[in-house]
Nanobody
Framework: VQLQASGGGLVQAGGSLKLTCVAS????????VGWYWQGPGNRRALVAS???????NYAASVKGRFIISRDDAKKTVYLQMNDLKPEDTGVYFC??????????WGQGTQLTVSS
């Protein structure tokens, strides 16, 4: 199973970007999935998650700015990021929401927000 995140890049503060993550297998099937941010020191934190019923949860730092969505037919999860801030800079990964359910990590996508 592979997870391929894409859509990152360099954007000015206040700008928007949409990330996409495609799964090669059925890793998202029936699972709550999330987007994770990896910052300095390789700290990795969950920023958004979406359940199979479409219900969502967000970290306080991104609530109101980021929107997570999923298309199970395409085995794809998205992260719409608005009003980006320099502190959003980092590498973004997608995976299952719960650590106990994570088997491996795929390739992330780098976001750099300039001030």
């Amino acid at each position: 199973v592979q997870l391929q995140a894409s859509g990152g890049g360099l954007v000015q503060a206040g700008g928007s970007l949409k990330l996409t993550c495609v799964a090669s297998g059925s890793i998202f099937s029936g699972e709550e999935v999330g987007w994770y941010w990896q910052g300095p020191g390789n700290r990795r934190a969950l920023v958004a998650s979406i359940n199979v019923d479409g219900s969502t949860n967000y970290a306080a730092s991104v609530k109101g700015r980021f929107i997570i969505s999923r298309d199970d037919a395409k085995k794809t999860v998205y992260l719409q990021m608005n009003d980006l801030k320099p502190e959003d800079t980092g590498v973004y990964f997608c995976n299952r929401r719960w650590q106990s359910r994570i088997e491996s990590w795929g390739q992330g996508t780098q976001l750099t927000v300039s001030s």
